[in-house]
């Protein structure tokens, strides 16, 4: 490995790529079909937000959402992964919120645009401190939760995800080629809700991570 070490993948500059609609409840609770294959986007590295500074409402929003993912810090790239040898590629996790402009979204999805306004701001991805591969021996059987202002909104096992990371990598190695500190965001679990300015919102991952932000306007 080269001087920069994988455990500070945020600083990379490397691409997030982010699994939608992988949780059935998810999928329904928004009024969506459960998916036959992953539904991917991306976010830039200037998403990116660790604990200590706030989470940013985009000017142009009025309905900002948190969604709590499990993330995958891949270790080793590689293109058309195959299943068997995905979980090879994978340096550790993180805990990972999907932050959501709800309302730029709906409006995004009826016109046939892009989600980029609504997914990809500066503040949009705020993630845990880096997780050892070893300390979540299996990523399929974990629990993610996250409370707002102290009250439990989400609450789930990743075992409940359509999709296993296994099979999320290789989909996405076949598509776009995964390097070495890049983070994917494998979906959430129902209960999102809207956060305001002043909130402050901790998310965790039973017996393994904990964090915090506040969210505050953008000026
Ligand atoms: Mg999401």
Not at 113 to 119: C, D, Q, R, S
Not at 131 to 154: A, F, M, S, Y
Not at 196 to 208: F, K, P, S, T, Y
Request: proline share 6%.
């Amino acid at each position: 490995m080269s001087q920069k070490s994988v455990s500070r993948f945020w600083e990379w500059g490397r691409k997030i790529v982010c699994v939608g609609r992988n949780y059935a409840d998810h999928a329904k609770e928004l009024g969506n079909a459960v998916p036959t294959e992953p539904v991917l986007f991306l976010k830039p590295p200037s998403a990116y937000l660790r604990e200590g500074s706030p989470i940013l409402v985009p000017r142009y929003s009025h309905n900002l959402h948190h969604e709590v993912e499990l993330g995958v810090v891949i270790g080793k790239g590689g293109t058309s992964i195959p299943q068997g040898s995905a979980m090879d590629h994978v340096a550790g996790y993180a805990l990972c919120l999907d932050m959501t402009a709800r309302d730029i979204q709906d409006e995004c999805k009826s016109r046939g645009l892009p989600w980029t306004l609504a997914k990809a701001f500066d503040t949009s991805c705020p993630v845990s401190d880096f997780i050892p591969k070893e300390r979540i021996p299996d990523p399929g059987d974990v629990t993610i939760w996250l409370k707002v202002n102290d009250r439990l909104r989400q609450s789930a096992s990743t075992s409940q995800m359509i999709f296993s990371v296994p099979y999320i990598i290789s989909y996405i190695s076949d598509i776009i080629s995964l390097e070495e500190g890049d983070l994917i965001l494998t979906g959430t679990p129902k209960g999102v809700s809207a956060v305001q300015e002043h909130d402050e919102l901790e998310a965790g991952i039973d017996g393994v991570v904990t964090m915090t932000f506040r969210v505050d306007r953008q000026q």
